[in-house]
């Protein structure tokens, strides 16, 4: 019933910048505390960033904060992933997900999440 779908993935070089965008449909208006997930190929799925429900809280994985800002727009039921300073470990399918639960401050497990897009391909090249 819930759609996720993400959408500005690509393949930049190293240093450039992406902005990507998970357009929410649905019973949901996109109120609802997001993350955003990336998952390389032969590695585990990790978590990238979360956003709750009014955009009041973020989260990021220590590794990558200061290179995202996650941000939402919930009149146009879309989470947005901005991605700055590419280098080429950040190559990955990016997933965007949602919480049912509304109280949530944007958790950084994945099982947390009900809801989960088909990914967008990320594709830094040196």
């Known amino acids: 019933q819930v759609q996720l779908v993400e959408s500005g993935g690509g393949f930049v070089q190293a240093g450039e910048s992406l902005r990507l965008s998970c357009a929410v449909s649905?019973?949901?208006?996109?109120?609802?505390?997001m993350g955003w997930f990336r998952q390389a190929p032969g590695k585990e799925r990790e978590f990238v960033a979360a956003?709750?429900?009014?955009?009041?809280?973020?989260n990021y994985a220590d590794s990558l904060k200061g290179r995202l800002t996650i941000s939402r727009d919930n009149a146009k039921n879309t989470v947005y992933l901005q991605m700055n300073s590419l280098k080429p470990e950040d190559t990955a399918v990016y997933y965007c997900?949602?919480?049912?639960?509304?109280?949530?401050?944007?958790?950084?497990?994945?099982?947390?999440?009900?809801?989960w897009g088909q990914g967008t391909q990320v594709t830094v090249s040196s």
């Open positions: 997900a949602l919480d049912i639960d509304l109280y949530g401050a944007g958790s950084i497990r994945g099982n947390d999440y009900d809801y």
């Open positions: 649905g019973r949901t208006v996109s109120r609802y505390p």
């Open positions: 956003i709750s429900w009014n955009g009041g809280t973020t």
